[in-house]
C-alpha cells in the first residue's frame, strides 16, 4: 500500500493501550498464536501523544489509525510505551502486516535483506509493566494503581466488557445464534468500552509519572531488547528483526 511518511521527529513518546478479538485462547497458547488466527482483530486504539490528550480509535466501527502515528509506530527513535509492551508490539505488527506496511523500512529496504520483518523491533519500545516489576509492584496495571494510591484507576467493568466483546460468545436463542458480541449488539456497553480503553491509557501516564524518578537502568532495557531479538532472530547483517515461522515464537500475556 503506497503511503506517503509523515515527520515524527518532533513526537517523542506515544502511550499506546489496544483491546483486541481472538478466537485463541490468549492464556493458553500465548500473544503470538493469538495474534495469527484468521479471526483476530483491534477493536479499539488508545493512544497520547508525549503526555497529551489520550484519544481512542475505534477500528471496529470503521474508524483509522492516523497515518503520523502509524508512521511512529515502525520509528524506533519514537518511543512506544504500553503495559505489557510484547503484546501490543505483536498485536499491532499483526494489524500493520496485514495493512501491507512495512515493520520495519530500514531492514526490508537494506539490499541484503532477504526477508521482510514480521514484527516491529522491540528497540522502539518499552513496558511500564517491566518498570513496576523492577520496583516491586504487582505485574497487573489495577494492582499498580491500587498500590500507588492513584487517583485514576483502572476501571472495574473492564473484565465484564473483555468478557462480552473479545472473546467468541456461546450460541443461544436469546441472542440469536450468534457467536461473537459486536457494538452494534450492546451499544452502550461499547461506550462504556471505549472509555475503559481510554482510562488504561490514562492509568499507565500516571505509573510513568509517579516512576520517573526512579528510572529502570538504561542497561536492563537494552538486555531486554537484545534478549527478545536473540529469543525471535535478528539479521546478522544489519542486527534488525528477521521474518520466523510463528512456530518458534515465544508466548505471552496480557497485563
Not at 500500500?1 to 515524527?8: A, H
Not at 523492577?134 to 485514576?152: F, I, T, W
Not at 458480541?181 to 481510554?198: G, I
Request: with cysteine; charged share 25%; hydrophobic share 40%.
Amino acid at each position: 500500500m503506497p503511503r506517503r511518511f509523515f515527520e515524527v521527529k518532533s513526537m517523542k513518546t506515544i502511550s499506546i493501550d489496544i483491546e483486541t478479538f481472538s478466537d485463541v485462547n490468549l492464556a493458553k497458547c500465548g500473544v503470538y498464536k493469538y495474534a495469527e488466527s484468521p479471526a483476530f482483530e483491534i477493536l479499539l486504539f488508545g493512544y497520547a501523544i508525549d503526555g497529551g490528550k489520550v484519544q481512542v480509535v475505534d477500528l471496529a466501527r470503521g474508524e483509522r489509525i492516523p497515518d503520523d502515528i502509524l508512521d511512529a509506530l515502525t520509528d524506533e527513535s519514537v518511543t512506544k510505551w504500553a503495559f505489557n509492551a510484547s503484546f501490543e508490539r505483536v498485536c499491532l505488527s499483526r494489524y500493520l502486516r496485514d495493512l501491507r506496511i512495512s515493520l520495519d523500512p530500514f531492514h526490508d529496504h537494506h539490499p541484503l535483506s532477504r526477508d521482510c520483518a514480521r514484527f516491529l523491533n522491540p528497540a522502539g519500545w518499552k513496558c511500564s509493566m517491566i518498570w513496576s516489576a523492577y520496583m516491586g509492584l504487582p505485574l497487573s496495571l489495577e494492582g499498580a494503581g491500587a498500590v500507588l494510591k492513584l487517583d485514576s484507576q483502572k476501571m472495574k467493568e473492564g473484565k465484564d466488557l473483555i468478557r462480552y466483546f473479545c472473546v467468541p460468545c456461546k450460541e443461544t436463542k436469546l441472542n440469536g445464534g450468534r457467536t461473537r458480541n459486536l457494538p452494534r449488539h450492546a451499544p452502550d456497553k461499547w461506550t462504556l468500552f471505549k472509555s475503559y480503553n481510554k482510562r488504561d491509557v490514562e492509568v499507565e501516564m500516571v505509573i510513568q509519572e509517579r516512576l520517573k524518578k526512579y528510572p529502570v537502568p538504561e542497561p536492563i532495557w537494552m538486555n531486554i531488547i537484545s534478549t527478545r531479538k536473540s529469543t525471535i532472530g535478528a539479521s546478522p547483517l544489519t542486527g534488525r528483526w528477521l521474518k520466523m515461522p510463528s512456530s518458534s515464537m515465544p508466548a505471552a500475556g496480557t497485563a
